[in-house]
């Protein structure tokens, strides 16, 4: 049900834009996490529709932005000033229902893309 594109190769310094498409519903809750080989599964960011909140993890808060367009059930990641260490695989996930505390836990998400690589070279 979520499918991502807009993975790619790039220089450090530069920008990518993700995105994903819910087809058949509208969740309230959509966002990324990523995955580097070695490493856990990690959050990313997420949104809310209601309330229109947003969460970032540390690591890419000032760097990346995320965004929704509710009509199209699509959301966006806006990365910019790629590092390295924003090498992974990453993750569309989805989920009509999550409390404010556990937004930046995986096993709150009920719905998950494919997965879409990022690789980053310094």
């Known amino acids: 049900q979520l499918q991502a594109s807009g993975g790619g190769q790039v220089q450090a310094g530069d920008s990518l834009r993700l995105s994903c498409a819910a087809s058949?519903?509208?969740?309230?809750?959509m966002g990324w996490f990523r995955q580097a080989p070695g490493k856990e599964r990690d959050f990313v960011s997420a949104s809310r529709w209601r309330g229109g909140s947003t969460y970032y993890a540390d690591s890419v808060k000032g760097r990346f932005t995320i965004s929704r367009d509710n009509a199209k059930s699509t959301v966006y990641l806006q990365m910019n000033s790629l590092k390295s260490e924003d090498t992974a695989v990453y993750y569309c996930?989805?989920?009509?229902?999550?409390?404010?505390?556990?937004?930046?836990?995986?096993?709150?998400?009920?719905?998950w893309g494919q997965g879409t690589q990022v690789t980053v070279s310094s």
């Open positions: 058949g519903r509208t969740f309230n809750v």
């Open positions: 996930v989805a989920d009509q229902s999550i409390i404010v505390g556990n937004i930046r836990s995986a096993s709150e998400y009920e719905y």
